[in-house]
């Protein structure tokens, strides 16, 4: 196998790996709460800190924290949600483990790195190969969802916490040890090495650092809205979750690959920026179809009807491999590591935003569905803009 495509599944396990935290607390509710004495309010504190974690290591990106030997700073990532996964089964208080949920969210700068090190080994199969690593959120989230009810059905109590936390943790660094034999390090730039270039007073930053802002708005909060609103069993409840991640993991990979065959078009920056926002436009296209459906199902709580909204839906995440390889095709190659992270903070800010605007606006169906659709739209509307803007590349030229 191509050593760079090889590189490409490390990438994805580890990513996997990783996002098997993400969910993996919620699933022991009832065990958490009577565990702590707490309400059912507080405990979705942990996953609030969660989501504001995943924003902030977008901030920190600008930081030295994330630069410098490349798989120094992978390590350092993985460790951010490992050793908090070792803690928490131990942690005394509720609010100590609110706050090491908080570092957990630091996986996601997993992300940006990533797309240093693909924008260096690919040039048309970017898309592709970010769309395979970036499968891999989901892939992870289905195996801690998966690993935390065998943990349940096989150990009772705060003793299944405990085993799904200490495995799932090992299994983080064993992911890294076996990433760490087969990926080449590099350095990723402390400072720029060129003067006067700042990525956060380009114009073109904050534009398409909005566009997969709604994307990431329907990601964080599509879910939970679903299965508040549909009246199903259990079993029928799962099989919504696991098919929205299922779903969005294989989409990401379709979506990858489209962008990979038009890129292969045009390979300048222009040609590789044009098919970004092509791949990112029929995504954004086909998620307002799925949330037609979507609507339908939850209305009428017809589960095939709401099943099939949602694998359609999770189209929405061929925004991303799309997104995550722009950095590359539009920045000079001395700023854009610094570009990844810029266009990531802006982004994810719907991360912080969007689970509490949703809690306080939508009070029904209708509303809600309305809000993900005009968020579709947005997409659309400001990939629209982008299209029309010059690249930073094209106004600074490639060794800015």
């Known amino acids: 196998m191509d050593r760079r495509w090889l590189t490409v599944l490390m990438n994805t396990l580890v990513i996997a790996a990783g996002f098997g935290t993400m969910h993996m607390l919620e699933k022991f509710k009832d065990v958490v709460i009577a565990h702590y004495g707490i309400t059912e309010a507080a405990m979705g504190y942990q996953q609030t800190a969660y989501v504001v974690g995943l924003f902030v290591a977008f901030l920190l990106g600008g930081t030295g924290l994330f630069k410098g030997s490349f798989k120094r700073s992978v390590a350092l990532i993985v460790s951010f949600a490992a050793i908090p996964q070792f803690l928490i089964p131990f942690v005394p208080n509720w609010w100590g483990v609110v706050a090491l949920r908080f570092f957990q969210g ?22 592709f190969a970010k769309g395979i690593i970036l499968s891999g959120i989901f892939w992870g989230g289905i195996y801690g969802i998966n690993l935390a009810r065998w943990s349940a059905s096989t150990y009772s109590g705060w003793e299944a916490v405990k085993i799904a936390f200490l495995l799932s943790a090992v299994v983080m660094y064993l992911a890294l040890a076996i990433w760490w034999l087969f990926v080449e390090d590099f350095e990723i730039p402390r400072e720029r090495r060129s003067s006067g270039v700042n990525v956060w007073k380009m114009p073109f930053t904050w534009v398409f650092g909005l566009t997969f802002f709604p994307a990431l708005w329907i990601i964080f909060t599509l879910g939970s809205f679903t299965l508040h609103n549909v009246r199903f069993s259990d079993s029928q409840l799962a099989n919504l979750v696991t098919t929205l991640e299922v779903s969005m993991g294989i989409w990401s990979i379709v979506m990858g690959y489209l962008g990979f065959r038009l890129s292969l078009k ?135």
């Open 266 to 400: 045009n390979t300048t920056n222009r040609g590789l920026f044009r098919a970004i926002v092509s791949v990112m436009t029929l995504s954004y296209a086909l998620t307002f179809l799925g949330l037609l459906i979507l609507w339908r199902g939850i209305s009428a709580n017809d589960y095939i009807i709401a099943l099939l909204g949602l694998a359609v839906t999770g189209i929405v995440q061929g925004t991303g491999p799309a997104f995550w390889t722009t950095a590359p095709a539009a920045y000079p190659k001395d700023v854009y590591p610094e570009a990844s992270f810029a266009l990531g903070l802006i982004s994810n800010s719907a991360n912080a935003i969007a689970p509490n605007v949703m809690f306080v606006l939508v009070h029904g169906v209708s509303t809600g569905i309305i809000i993900y659709i005009s968020m579709a739209l947005l997409g659309i509307a400001l990939l629209a803009v982008s299209s029309r803007m010059r690249l930073p590349v094209e106004e600074l030229g490639d060794a800015a």
């Open 106 to 127: 630091f996986i996601v700068a997993l992300i940006a790195v990533f797309s240093n090190q693909i924008g260096r080994l690919f040039l048309a199969e970017r898309p």
